[in-house]
């Protein structure tokens, strides 16, 4: 109950919150900012490594066509698989 005597409640309306530039700035400078984990600093070699380009990668070229012609077989197997299922007895 004491506490209710000694913070009592204001009114404030939303219109009258605006922030003066220097409160945003004390905000956003580089010293009020904390660290994104809660458990302080990331550890070392934190980000993933740079994804290869398609330039760049170590497949050739007949690699890569017998890896999207062997898709395309095993699409169409499953397409007479699924024809001979629903067809009627």
């Known amino acids: 109950?004491?506490?209710?005597?000694?913070?009592?409640?204001?009114a404030v309306s939303p219109l009258s919150?605006?922030?003066s530039p220097i409160a945003n700035a004390a905000l956003?400078?580089?010293s009020?900012?904390?660290?994104?984990t809660s458990?302080?600093?990331?550890?070392p070699n934190f980000r993933l490594p740079r994804q290869e380009r398609w330039n760049e990668t170590k497949e050739s070229t007949m690699d890569?066509?017998?890896?999207?012609?062997?898709?395309?077989?095993m699409l169409r197997g499953m397409y007479v698989v699924l024809e001979q299922f629903f067809r009627p007895p």
Do not use: H, I, W
């Open 17 to 19: 919150r605006q922030f």
């Open 1 to 10: 109950m004491a506490l209710a005597r000694a913070r009592p409640y204001t």
């Open 39 to 43: 458990e302080g600093a990331p550890p």
């Open 32 to 36: 009020a900012r904390r660290s994104v």
């Open 28 to 30: 956003f400078s580089s």
């Open 64 to 73: 890569k066509a017998g890896n999207y012609f062997l898709f395309t077989e």
